[in-house]
C-alpha cells in the first residue's frame, strides 16, 4: 500500500499538539499508523511477556488519559466520555448545528469573523487550507474554530461549546431571547447573523 503523502506532515503536526500542551480530550486527530503501531506494539508484548505483561503495558498507557479524565471528580460527568457533537446535541437540547467549512470559502463568505485557533482568536485565511468548524443556533453564528483538521475543528468547537453551555444553564435561553429582540445581532435576519458570545 502507498503511504500518504501528508503522513510526515500528519505526524509532525500530532507531535506537535502534544508537546505544545494543547492536546484536549477530543482536540486530536492522530493519523491512523500511530494507532497501528501502538496495537502492535501491545500485541506484541502480550505475546512475548504473557498477559499480565501485557496488561501493565496497556495501564501505563491508560494512565495519563485516565488520570485526565478523574483528576477533578466534581466535574466527571457523562459529557466527558460522550463524543463532543452528541453531548451538545443533548446540553444544546437539539437547538445547535455544526457545518465544516473550508477555510478559504469561510474567509471569503464570512470576512472579518473571528475564530479560534488552537489558543487565540483570528480570522480566516482566505488562502489557508485549515477547517473551520461554525455552530449556529437556528442557522444564526455563535462560534467558530478553525483547525488543520476537519475532526478537530469539529470536535473541539463542540467541545468547547459544551462548556459554555453546562458553566451558563440559562444560556440557550439568553441567546433565543436576544435572537427575538435582535439585540446581539448585526442587524439582519437569516444565517449572516451573528452571536459572539464566546468572543
Known amino acids: 500500500a502507498a503511504v500518504s503523502q501528508s503522513l510526515p506532515g500528519r505526524i509532525n503536526a500530532f507531535d ?9 480530550l477530543w482536540g486530536l486527530d492522530p493519523p491512523k499508523v500511530i494507532a497501528d503501531v501502538v496495537e502492535a506494539l501491545i500485541g506484541a508484548v502480550h505475546l512475548d511477556g504473557r498477559f499480565a505483561a501485557g496488561q501493565k503495558a496497556v495501564g ?12 477533578n471528580k466534581s466535574s466527571l460527568n457523562k459529557n466527558l466520555m460522550m463524543h463532543p457533537k452528541q453531548a451538545l446535541y443533548q446540553n444544546g437540547r437539539g437547538f445547535f448545528s455544526v457545518k465544516n467549512w ?7 463568505q464570512k470576512p472579518g469573523k473571528k475564530v479560534w485557533r488552537t489558543d487565540h482568536w483570528t480570522v480566516a485565511d482566505p488562502e489557508g487550507s485549515g477547517v473551520v468548524a ?24 463542540c467541545a468547547m ?8 444553564s440559562r444560556l440557550i435561553e439568553k441567546l433565543v431571547t436576544e435572537m427575538r429582540t435582535g439585540e446581539g445581532t448585526n442587524g439582519e435576519s437569516g444565517a449572516n447573523d451573528e452571536l459572539d458570545i464566546i468572543a
Not at 461549546?161 to 451558563?168: F, G, H, I, S, T
Request: net charge negative; charged share 20%; no cysteine.
Open 16 to 24: 506537535w499538539i502534544l508537546t505544545s500542551g494543547n492536546a484536549k
Open 161 to 168: 461549546m459544551n462548556e459554555v453551555l453546562v458553566n451558563d
Open 134 to 157: 461554525s455552530i449556529s443556533l437556528f442557522g444564526v453564528d455563535v462560534f467558530a474554530v478553525l483547525e488543520l483538521s476537519s475532526i478537530v475543528a469539529r470536535n473541539r468547537a
Open 60 to 71: 501505563h498507557i491508560l494512565r495519563p488519559i485516565l488520570a485526565e479524565l478523574f483528576a
Open 102 to 108: 473550508k477555510e478559504e470559502k469561510f474567509a471569503s
